[in-house]
C-alpha cells in the first residue's frame, strides 16, 4: 500500500547552465578522412554522456577506435536506471547508443570499476586521451539531525530501487505509512511523486496529475497570489505548468470534479518557502516519524532574491522521507583533480585542468544539471574538442596498445569484462522473463545472477 499522501518542497535553487558553442561538423569529417594514424580512445562510463562523446568521435574521426568502461554489468546509465517507468520514450535514445556500440571501431567493456580494477594513469598509459563521462553517482546530504534514522532515503537511492539498479535492490522502503514527504521539486521529485501516488497503468506527468484517479491536489491559494502576472515573462513550457497550478489552486472546481475530489483516497501537495531542520524520531526512536521545516521569506530582488527564516517552524508527521534536493559526482582516482565543493572535475571545455590528454564530458564536467539533449550537446563539444587536440599535435603520437594493455592488466587482477554482445544475452533474458509476467522485461537485479547466465 502507497502513502496516501505526499508533498514535495522547495529550498534549493538550481544552477542556470550556459549553451555550448556550435559545431562545424562537415570540416571536421574532412580534416580526419585521411589521417593514417588510428587514434586508441577511452571513454569511462556508458550512460548518455559516454556514448555520445564516443558517437561524436566516431562520427568525425574515420579511424578513431574508442573503448567504453562501465562498473556495472550493463550499459546505458541513467537512461536505465534513472528514467521513469511511464517515460518509455525517453529510453529510445537506447537504440542509437546500441547503434554506436555495433560500429566495429567502438567496444565495450563492462563490470571494470575505473579507479579500483585500473587506474586512471594506467589508461592514459595504454590511450591517446581519456574521456571521464562517469555521471553523478552521489546524492547531496541534507545536513541535519535525524537524516540517518530509517525511513530517510535518499531520491536518488528510491529511484534505483524501483528501476533496478543492483546496488539499490535491498533498499525496502516502507510504504505503508499515511504521509511520505519528498524534498525538492525537480524532475527526479516529480518522478518519485508520480510513483508514489499512482497505480502502474496511470502513471503520467505532472500536467496530468490533478486529473489522477483516486487523487486531490492540495495547494494554498496564498501560495499563488501574485503569480498571474509574473508567468507572462516564464518560457511557454513552464508558463503552461504554471497555469495548470494556478486554475487547480484558485478556481472552484466543477461539480463532477468536486465529487471526484471528495472521495480520493490520496492526496497530493505542493508547499513553498519550507526548509528542512530536522528529521523527527519515533518515540522509540528507531524511525522517521515526522520533519521539521522552517518557514522562510524571500527577500531581495532579481539574481539576488534569497530564502531567509522567518523563526517559525512547522511540524509535520511523515512515515517516509525522500531528499531529492540533487546529485553530485565522487572522485574516482586520486590523480584526477576533483572540486568537492562544486562536485565537478576542474575543466576548460572539457579539458581537464593541467592533464594533457585527459577530457571529461557530463554531469562530471558542468555539473548534475539539465537533460539529455543538454548532455549530448555537451558531450559533442568535448568530442570536438579532444579532436581540435588531436588535430593539433597536442596528443601523444605513435600507436598506443589501447584495451590490448588494458585487458592483461585486468586479467592479472582476476577481473573478467563484459562484452556488448554480453549485454545482448542478457537483454533477451529480461525480455523473456518480462513476457511470462506481461511486461516488456523483468530486469536482472543480481550482478552474480547475471554473471552465471554469462557462464562466468
Not at 204 to 211: A, C, P, T
Not at 396 to 403: C, I, L, W
Amino acid at each position: 500500500m502507497a502513502p496516501r499522501c505526499w508533498r514535495w518542497w522547495p529550498w534549493l535553487a538550481w544552477p542556470r547552465t550556459r549553451p555550448p558553442p556550435s559545431e562545424s561538423t562537415q570540416s571536421f569529417r574532412q580534416q580526419f578522412s585521411t589521417q593514417e594514424q588510428t587514434p586508441q580512445i577511452c571513454v569511462v562510463g556508458s550512460g548518455p554522456a559516454g556514448f555520445y562523446t564516443a558517437q561524436h568521435l566516431l562520427k568525425h574521426h574515420s579511424r578513431a577506435h574508442v573503448d567504453i568502461y562501465e562498473k556495472q554489468l550493463v550499459p546505458f546509465g541513467l537512461v536505465r536506471f534513472g528514467v521513469a517507468p511511464d517515460h518509455p520514450e525517453v529510453k529510445n535514445v537506447i537504440n542509437t547508443f546500441t547503434r554506436t556500440a555495433h560500429s566495429d571501431r567502438c567496444a565495450f567493456h563492462g563490470n571494470v570499476v575505473v579507479g579500483r580494477d585500473v587506474t586512471v594513469q594506467e589508461l592514459r598509459d595504454a590511450y591517446h586521451a581519456v574521456v571521464l563521462s562517469y555521471g553523478a553517482e552521489d546524492h547531496q546530504a541534507l545536513e541535519i539531525p535525524g537524516e540517518e534514522l530509517p525511513g530517510v532515503f535518499s531520491a536518488r537511492a528510491f529511484v534505483g530501487w524501483y528501476n533496478g539498479l543492483p546496488e539499490n535492490r535491498e533498499l525496502a522502503p516502507d510504504l505503508s505509512c499515511d504521509t511520505a514527504v519528498v524534498l525538492g521539486q525537480g524532475n527526479v521529485a516529480l518522478d518519485v511523486a508520480r510513483i508514489l501516488l499512482t497505480p502502474p497503468e496511470h502513471l503520467e506527468e505532472l500536467r496530468e496529475m490533478i486529473q489522477l484517479p483516486g487523487t486531490r491536489p492540495i495547494l494554498d491559494p496564498a501560495d499563488f497570489l501574485g503569480l498571474q502576472d509574473r508567468i507572462k515573462e516564464v518560457p511557454r513550457p513552464r508558463k503552461r505548468l504554471m497555469e495548470l497550478l494556478l486554475r487547480a489552486a484558485t478556481e472552484k472546481p466543477g461539480v463532477a470534479e468536486a465529487a471526484r475530489w471528495a472521495s480520493a483516497p490520496r492526496a497530493w501537495g505542493l508547499r513553498f518557502l519550507r526548509s528542512p531542520q530536522q528529521v523527527l524520531p519515533s518515540p522509540d526512536g528507531r524511525r522517521a516519524a515526522g520533519i521539521r521545516l522552517a518557514v522562510t521569506r524571500l527577500e531581495g530582488v532579481g539574481e539576488a532574491t534569497r530564502a531567509v527564516a522567518t523563526g517559525d517552524v512547522e511540524d509535520l508527521p511523515c512515515g517516509l522521507v525522500l531528499s531529492s534536493i540533487g546529485y553530485k559526482s565522487r572522485p574516482i582516482d586520486p590523480s584526477v583533480p576533483f572540486d568537492p565543493k562544486l562536485g565537478v572535475i576542474p575543466n576548460m571545455e572539457g579539458r581537464v585542468v593541467d592533464m594533457p590528454g585527459l577530457y571529461c564530458s557530463g554531469w562530471v564536467k558542468r555539473g548534475p544539471t539539465g537533460v539529455i539533449t543538454t548532455t549530448m550537446t555537451d558531450s559533442f563539444v568535448t568530442g570536438q574538442i579532444l579532436l581540435q587536440d588531436l588535430k593539433a599535435g597536442l596528443l601523444p603520437s605513435g600507436p598506443r596498445p589501447g584495451y590490448a594493455a588494458v585487458r592483461a592488466l585486468l586479467s592479472s587482477r582476476g577481473v573478467w569484462p563484459v562484452s556488448f554482445s554480453d549485454w545482448e544475452k542478457l537483454d533477451a533474458e529480461e525480455v523473456s522473463r518480462g513476457q511470462g509476467v506481461g511486461k516488456p522485461r523483468e530486469k536482472l537485479l543480481d550482478p552474480q545472477e547475471m554473471l552465471r547466465l554469462l557462464g562466468r
